[in-house]
Nanobody, 113 residues
Framework: VQLQASGGGLVQSGGSLRLSCAASGFAFDTYWMYWLRQAPGKELEWVAGIGIGGNRDYKDSVKYRFTISRDNAKNTVYLQMNDLRSDDTALYYC????????RGQGTQVTVSS
């Protein structure tokens, strides 16, 4: 299993970023996919998930600001992040399970106030 996240960066508060995660080594279209994040000094936390049929679920603090999507033809999952805030600063991972036991290397998102 390989999960390669990209798209992170430095953005001002209120800005937007789009994360991508290219998956390989498993039957992507048969798994829920997730985004998680870990802020400095904090535990890994689940952010969003998307099901096989496209149903979505979000952590309350990102609902209506973040949108998770997937392209099964490209084995890729995305996270569109709008209206970013300083407390969104974290290392973002895509994962094949909600707890993040099977996850990639992460991409850094830094939001400056």
């Amino acid at each position: 299993v390989q999960l390669q996240a990209s798209g992170g960066g430095l953005v001002q508060s209120g800005g937007s970023l789009r994360l991508s995660c290219a998956a390989s080594g498993f039957a992507f279209d048969t798994y829920w996919m997730y985004w998680l994040r870990q802020a400095p000094g904090k535990e890994l936390e689940w952010v969003a998930g998307i099901g096989i049929g496209g149903n979505r679920d979000y952590k309350d603090s990102v609902k209506y600001r973040f949108t998770i999507s997937r392209d099964n033809a490209k084995n890729t999952v995305y996270l569109q992040m709008n209206d970013l805030r300083s407390d969104d600063t974290a290392l973002y991972y895509c994962a094949r399970d909600r707890r993040g036991l099977i996850r990639g290397q992460g991409t850094q998102v830094t939001v400056s106030s």
